[in-house]
C-alpha cells in the first residue's frame, strides 16, 4: 500500500500563486509516476500535470507556462508550483501515485485532496 499526505492549497486573489505537496509512503517502487489531478464542481477530474521517477513531465496544455511539476530530493515528494492562477483553476487537487513495477504495478493511490479557490 502507499499513502500519500498533501499540504497547500487555500484562496488567493487571481494572478497569484500557490504552492501544492504530496508525499509519499510506504510500497514505493523505484519506477513510478506522481502527479496531480483536478475536480471542479461538475466536471470530471482531469489531469493537471505528471512526473516519473526519471523527471520525464506532462502538463495539461491549460497550465503549461504557469504551473511547474517536480519531485523533492527524497523523491518520493512532489510538488506543483501553481503561478499567475486563473479562477478556472479553482478546484479539489488530488495526488496521485502508481508504481510503474513490482506487485502494486500500475494500482492508482490517491490523496485526499485539498481545495484550491482562485478568486476574480
Known amino acids: 500500500q502507499v499513502q500519500l499526505v498533501e499540504s497547500g492549497g487555500g484562496l488567493v486573489q487571481g494572478g497569484g500563486s500557490l504552492r501544492l505537496s504530496c508525499a509519499a509512503y510506504?510500497?514505493?517502487?523505484?519506477?513510478?509516476?506522481m502527479g496531480w489531478y483536478r475536480q471542479a464542481p461538475g466536471k470530471q477530474r482531469e489531469l493537471v500535470a505528471s512526473?516519473?521517477?526519471?523527471?520525464?513531465?506532462n502538463y495539461a496544455d491549460s497550465v503549461k507556462g504557469r504551473f511547474t511539476i517536480s519531485r523533492g530530493n527524497d523523491k518520493n515528494t512532489v510538488y506543483l508550483q501553481m503561478n499567475r492562477l486563473k479562477p478556472e483553476d479553482t478546484a479539489v487537487y488530488y495526488c496521485?501515485?502508481?508504481?510503474?513495477?513490482?506487485?502494486?504495478?500500475?494500482?492508482?493511490?490517491w490523496g485526499q485532496g485539498t481545495q484550491v479557490s482562485v478568486s476574480s
Open positions: 496521485n501515485f502508481m508504481n510503474l513495477g513490482g506487485p502494486l504495478y500500475r494500482v492508482d493511490y
Open positions: 510506504g510500497s514505493i517502487f523505484s519506477s513510478n509516476v
Open positions: 512526473i516519473t521517477s526519471v523527471s520525464g513531465r
